[in-house]
């Protein structure tokens, strides 16, 4: 069965760096375009970034684009996420899901359960 | 960037009755990619609808999705008590939106 395991997550200073990673089995990974979506407390989910299928391609929301990068390891069935110049609104569960198909144009069918990160001095 | 506005914000129900919940695109959605995902509390959302009207693998045939443009529906036929979380919907033909949701909650 589809599983997706994140970890990484924990406590980090603002200004500070973080390394997410999603551990992805029971599927294709190398088929599959991956994103990465967060949420923060009492509130709805927020698109971070996606990969394609073979990472040639990523595109991030407005949020974090410059400071988070989204990457893959086909070789080792998994999505990374680096997020640098962290922020307190960065606070969130921050889930790993794949797309229903290879394409962009696609919902998430399957989500990790997430992983807390919290940016707090 | 596309913004989904959900209503209402909360549904109160019971058990046996239809549950119509509304989203709204601020603009038009091309071919209709909008989803829908139910969560409860602790969990990850799980994907309910896609393609604004096609039921995901192992979704109950009590939940269906309709709608173009800029409003979409999603109906609950018969709740059942388990179908009592908060509802998103999500557009992914623009990169990537959610609606801040609506909470179904038992009445």
């Known amino acids: 069965q589809v599983q997706l395991v994140e970890a990484g997550g924990g406590v980090v200073q603002p200004g500070g760096s973080l390394r997410l990673s999603c551990a992805a089995s029971?599927?294709?990974?190398?088929?599959?375009?991956m994103h990465w979506v967060r949420q923060a407390p009492g509130k709805g989910p927020e698109w971070m970034a996606v990969i394609s299928f073979d990472g040639s391609n990523e595109y991030y929301g407005e949020s974090v684009k410059g400071r988070f990068t989204i990457s893959r390891d086909n070789s080792k069935n998994r999505l990374y996420l680096q997020m640098n110049s962290l922020r307190a609104e960065d606070t969130a569960v921050y889930y790993c899901?794949?797309?229903?198909?290879?394409?962009?144009?696609?919902?998430?069918?399957?989500w990790g359960q997430g992983t807390l990160v919290t940016v707090s001095s | 960037e596309i913004v989904l506005t959900q209503s209402p914000g909360t549904l109160s129900l019971s058990p046996g009755e239809r549950a119509t919940l509304s989203c709204r695109a601020s603009q038009s959605l091309s071919s209709n990619y909008l989803a829908w995902y139910s969560q409860k509390p602790g969990q990850a959302p799980r994907l309910l609808i896609y393609g604004a009207s096609r039921r995901a693998t192992g979704i109950p045939d009590r939940f269906s999705g309709s709608g173009s443009g800029t409003d979409f529906t999603l109906s609950v036929s018969r709740l059942e008590p388990e179908d009592f979380a908060v509802y998103y919907c999500h557009q992914y033909g623009t990169l990537y939106t959610f609606g801040q949701g609506t909470k179904l909650e038992i009445k």
């Open positions: 029971g599927f294709t990974f190398s088929g599959y375009a």
């Open positions: 899901a794949r797309s229903l198909n290879s394409g962009y144009y696609s919902p998430h069918d399957y």
